[in-house]
């Protein structure tokens, strides 16, 4: 069974402080995604990542894959309060399949 | 483009009900998947559908089902409706599902609260 495991869980934070959101499995993952969702709405796709020690920027965030396939992570740099809201990391099931396996999660607070 | 339509959005049953949730996906994409999201347990997947046949299911009973049509759109259903399905249910698409990376993207969700 794939599992993702995401840590923090809760992170509340100063504006301007840096971050650091983990994703690890024991399970190698072809790709792995990182979404951002808000209170009563669908996940937003932020990122993909696709190759073993690959590091892709969007603004403020980094996004990381590790070597290995097995892990992730998303920093953020100098958070602002607009970054407020629930981080998941998934990845793609095993086979040819639609399925995305989702980490449980990260709510993150960024205080003014 | 329009992206994932999710119909209602709030809904309110009692035990023992059955409800219908419907989702119509970005133009184009041909995959649709269905999650359930719940403070507990998180995002689970629920199952995926393509080209109108199911071929992903997730440890769900046999009260969920679901079906997708021709153009993509896709419905699913759950019966005999307890407590515990009180979750906001998600729908989302993709281009062809299954590829080496498979991004979806994501309805508003459908808030379903059952009494």
């Known amino acids: 069974t794939q599992l993702l495991e995401q840590s923090p869980q809760f992170l509340s934070i100063q504006e301007g402080e840096n971050l650091t959101v983990y994703c690890n499995s024991s399970?190698?993952?072809?790709?792995l995604q990182w979404y951002r969702q808000e209170p009563g709405e669908g996940p937003v796709l932020l990122v993909t990542?696709?190759?073993?020690?690959e590091v892709k920027k969007l603004k403020r965030l980094t996004f990381q894959f590790g070597d290995a396939r097995k892990d992730s992570s998303l920093h953020i740099t100098a958070a602002q309060p607009g970054d407020t809201g629930l981080y998941l990391c998934?990845?793609?099931?095993?086979?040819?399949?639609?399925?995305?396996?989702f980490g449980q999660g990260t709510t993150l607070q960024v205080k003014p | 483009k329009a992206g994932v339509t999710q119909t209602p959005r709030y809904l309110i049953k009692t035990r023992g009900q059955q409800v219908t949730l419907s989702c119509s996906p970005i133009?184009?994409?041909?995959?649709v998947s269905w999650y359930q999201q719940t403070p507990g347990q998180g995002l689970q997947f629920l199952f995926e559908?393509?080209?109108?046949?199911?071929?992903n299911k997730g440890n769900f009973p046999g009260r969920f089902s679901g079906r997708q049509f021709s153009n993509s759109r896709s419905e699913m259903n759950v019966s005999t409706l307890e407590l515990g399905d009180s979750a906001l249910y998600l729908c989302?698409?993709?281009?062809?599902?299954?590829?080496?990376?498979?991004?979806?993207?994501f309805g508003p969700g459908t808030r379903l609260t059952v009494l």
């Open positions: 559908y393509f080209s109108e046949t199911q071929r």
């Open positions: 399970s190698v993952f072809s790709s």
């Open positions: 989302a698409s993709s281009l062809f599902g299954g590829a080496s990376y498979n991004e979806q993207f």
């Open positions: 998934a990845g793609n099931g095993s086979g040819n399949t639609g399925k995305l396996i």
């Open positions: 990542v696709v190759t073993g020690g």
């Open positions: 133009s184009g994409h041909r995959s």
